[in-house]
């Protein structure tokens, strides 16, 4: 019932910049966080950014400073823009979507490239 489309991965060369969206359509109970994975070859997935109902935002120390999550609720869609690439960055990123009853609701992937 609840989709998530992941969209904005490429190719990019270090200190490049990308803007990752994700729509949401479907519905879900009571919204408590939206948050961006990724998940590199070989790498178990991490937490990258998160945005919680109360407003708070929460960032990987790797990607601190660099990344920005915000959200446009009237499109329905969270974004995760990414400046100051680096090779380290490459994964396929993912969004994720939780409610107050623990339920998480994944999209299929966006693949980040970044060249050295």
């Known amino acids: 019932q609840v989709q998530l489309v992941e969209s904005g991965g490429g190719l990019v060369q270090a200190g490049g910049s990308l803007r990752l969206s994700c729509a949401a359509s479907?519905?879900?109970?009571?919204?408590?966080?939206m948050g961006w994975y990724r998940q590199a070859p070989g790498k178990q997935r991490e937490l990258v950014a998160s945005f919680s109902s109360g407003g708070s935002t929460n960032y990987a120390d790797s990607v601190k400073g660099r990344f920005t999550i915000s959200t446009d609720y009237a499109k329905n869609t969270v974004y995760l823009q990414m400046n100051s690439l680096k090779p380290e960055d490459t994964a396929v990123y993912y969004c994720?979507?939780?409610?107050?009853?623990?339920?998480?609701?994944w999209g299929q992937g966006t693949q980040v490239t970044v060249s050295s």
């Open positions: 994720d979507l939780s409610d107050v009853l623990g339920s998480h609701y």
């Open positions: 479907g519905s879900i109970f009571s919204l408590n966080v």
